[in-house]
């Protein structure tokens, strides 16, 4: 079919904006190369599956599916409630926390904004942000002598405010770094900032962290009518394929947000998934362990290999090459492997590689030794 060009008629920011781009499906790299059995560490999945009760849930509701789901998600915003001492109406559902991302720019953000990022922040940042035509401030990460090289200055991103920025996005831990933010030194950065900037702290990896080291942004959010804490279903909890997250925050905010929020932006087996998925605290101890481990497992590997590493307290690790990675990416597709290449985050001699099972990690490394060989 013939393309039409639409260009004078789209908003500008939207017209430049170039697509994220997930991971490389198993399916797609089996077809094309023509192998089986491959293994998927691009995308920071929990290689455990869902959890058991979140399973049993869905199986429970699969004969109602020809029924909407409930639109404002009341039982899981309960559950969620409780889990957090908030009232229901700090919480906004999204469909993952990526939505949420989205309806905070659609909301606080214009043409005569601005929003501050950091240099090597989640991708959906500057998206949204160019998305609504504001003006992308963003400050250079951490340098490499410091201990957390790549990561968030926070000093540096308070000093780039201006009198136009309504947002601050803070991703602790950050993808694709895996770096992670001092409890004390956040709550103080939140607390400095003016009342009309919005403080977005991005939680997505928190269930793998000690709180006593990164925090628990969601439990300050009675004390900072500016902060929103955002999280997801789809790491720890195991439910990506669902597209289910949440946000924490102030009333009013929350209320602005469920204005623009799609009427069952969230579907019901999300819905059913993810409130059994709270309840189910072994399997997150167990996705928090064999994720400890295959860290573990990972970093001595890549120490073995002679390779450096980004310290990661996420689901993942930054590994580092002395050339364009892509094409080692490339290499180890032909073994099975798929991991992720992190140029598109300016880091073009980088490798995002995700925690798999014991056995998978094994044979990533195995496949990586062959392949720099």
């Given amino acids: 079919m013939k393309h039409h060009d639409y260009s004078d008629l789209i908003r500008p920011g939207v017209a430049g904006l170039v697509p994220y781009t997930p991971g490389q499906p198993i399916e797609q790299l089996e077809r094309t190369l023509g192998i089986s059995d491959a293994i998927k560490l691009a995308s920071n999945e929990n290689p455990l599956g869902p959890?058991?009760?979140?399973?049993?849930?869905?199986?429970?509701?699969?004969?109602t599916l020809n029924v909407y789901p409930d639109a404002d998600g009341f039982e899981l915003k309960q559950r969620l409630a409780q889990r957090h001492g908030l009232p229901p109406?700090?919480?906004t559902l999204g469909n993952g926390s990526n939505e949420l991302l989205i309806l905070l720019a659609q909301v606080f953000l214009s043409e005569q904004t601005s929003a501050v990022f950091s240099q090597y922040g989640f991708a959906v940042y500057p998206i949204v942000t160019q998305m609504m035509g504001a003006n992308a401030l963003v400050v250079p990460a951490h340098n490499l002598d410091h201990p957390m090289a790549l990561g968030h200055d926070l000093r540096a991103m308070y000093a780039a405010i201006e009198p136009t920025t309504r947002v601050v996005f803070v991703a602790n831990p950050n993808n694709p770094t895996g770096t992670w933010l001092q409890?004390?030194?956040?709550?103080?950065?939140?607390?400095?900032l003016p009342p009309q900037v919005i403080c977005v702290v991005d939680e997505a990896y928190t269930e793998y962290c000690e709180p006593e080291e990164v925090g628990?942004?969601?439990s300050w959010v009675p004390s900072f009518p500016n902060l929103v804490v955002t999280r997801t279903f789809s790491k720890a909890y195991g439910l990506a394929g669902l597209r289910i997250g949440y946000a924490l925050s102030n009333p009013g905010v929350a209320d602005m947000l469920n204005r623009v929020r799609p009427t069952f932006n969230v579907n019901a087996l999300g819905l059913v998934a993810a409130r059994a998925a709270l309840d189910d605290?072994?399997?997150?101890?167990q996705s928090k362990n064999i994720?400890?481990?295959?860290?573990?497992?990972?970093?001595?590997?890549?120490?073995a290999l002679g390779l450096a590493y980004t310290p990661s307290r996420a689901n993942f690790v930054?590994?580092?090459?002395?050339?364009?990675?892509?094409?080692?990416a490339d290499r180890l597709a032909h073994f099975g492997?798929?991991?992720?290449?992190?140029?598109?985050?300016?880091l073009p001699n980088a490798l995002r590689i995700s925690v798999g099972t014991q056995e998978q990690n094994s044979r990533c490394l195995d496949a990586l030794g062959q392949c720099l060989a």
């Fill in 51 to 63: 959890s058991p009760k979140a399973r049993a849930a869905m199986e429970h509701h699969l004969d």
């Fill in 89 to 91: 109406e700090c919480i």
């Fill in 183 to 192: 409890r004390d030194r956040l709550h103080d950065f939140i607390a400095s």
């Fill in 216 to 218: 628990d942004a969601a």
């Fill in 281 to 285: 605290d072994d399997f997150l101890i």
């Fill in 291 to 303: 994720n400890r481990a295959g860290l573990a497992q990972l970093e001595e590997g890549l120490k």
């Fill in 318 to 328: 930054l590994t580092h090459f002395d050339r364009p990675a892509q094409g080692l």
């Fill in 337 to 346: 492997v798929i991991v992720r290449p992190v140029a598109n985050y300016g």
